[in-house]
T-cell receptor, first 113, second 114 residues
Framework: LAKTTQPISMDSYEGQEVNITCSHN???????ITWYQQFPSQGPRFIIQ???TKVTNEVASLFIPADRKSSTLSLPRVSLSDTAVYYC??????????????FGKGTKLSVIP | GAVVSQHPSRVICKSGTSVKIECRSL??????MFWYRQFPKQSLMLMAT?????????EQGVEKDKFLINHASLTLSTLTVTSAHPEDSSFYIC??????????FGQGTRLTVV
């Protein structure tokens, strides 16, 4: 399983765009990149998943360069409720019924008023 | 979206007793479920992979006789912490995956052994 590296923590003011970058140098051809959000004492919640280029949904965008050795989660105009730990995971994506998810240390995002 | 439900959300038990945690996929069938443990301010650690109709696969260092996993149906997996001790106090989280989708996580179970 490819290992991921993220910043341990980030601070941002409310209303700003936040970009969290994840390195995954050993990503395999079949691997997808998935980001999860976790609030204290809750299970992780899916944010976004992508394979290459750019993916956007109602809460975030995911940018993946051509070499796929890194990815950037972009959260537009963060609010206090976005304070959480964000995990970048790499593994087989949709279509693989039983792949394991290995969590790295995650990035603790603190949004400041 | 798909929902994975865990029960109970919190449990306190006496040292030496056993505790069962249930994980249900509410609107889909899951042939595979995963159990994680998370200590304070740490990341999730995969404990075991639960396979419907067969034995669970445990990660290295996880005692299979202490953490009993049963996946009796396509919508239910249970984790039983046997002879619990204070060091077993942790946040336990299960996840399940529909075919061709991302993994969904339960809300977690806070176990406190006193």
């Amino acid at each position: 399983l490819a290992k991921t590296t993220q910043p341990i923590s980030m601070d941002s003011y409310e209303g700003q765009e936040v970009n969290i970058t994840c390195s995954h140098n050993n990503i395999a051809t079949n691997d997808y990149i998935t980001w999860y959000q976790q609030f204290p004492s809750q299970g992780p919640r899916f944010i976004i998943q992508g394979y290459k280029t750019k993916v956007t949904n109602e809460v975030a965008s995911l940018f993946i360069p051509a070499d796929r050795k890194s990815s950037t989660l972009s959260l537009p105009r963060v609010s206090l409720s976005d304070t959480a730990v964000y995990y970048c995971l790499v593994g087989e994506g949709a279509g693989a019924g039983s792949y394991q998810l290995t969590f790295g240390k995650g990035t603790k995002l603190s949004v400041i008023p | 979206g798909a929902v994975v439900s865990q029960h109970p959300s919190r449990v306190i038990c006496k040292s030496g007793t056993s505790v069962k945690i249930e994980c249900r996929s509410l609107d889909f069938q899951a042939t595979t479920m995963f159990w994680y443990r998370q200590f304070p301010k740490q990341s999730l650690m995969l404990m075991a992979t639960s396979n419907e109709g067969s034995k669970a696969t445990y990660e290295q260092g996880v005692e299979k006789d202490k953490f009993l996993i049963n996946h009796a149906s396509l919508t239910l997996s249970t984790l039983t912490v046997t002879s619990a001790h204070p060091e077993d106090s942790s946040f336990y989280i299960c996840s399940a995956r529909k075919v061709r989708t991302e993994a969904f996580f339960g809300q977690g179970t806070r176990l406190t052994v006193v």
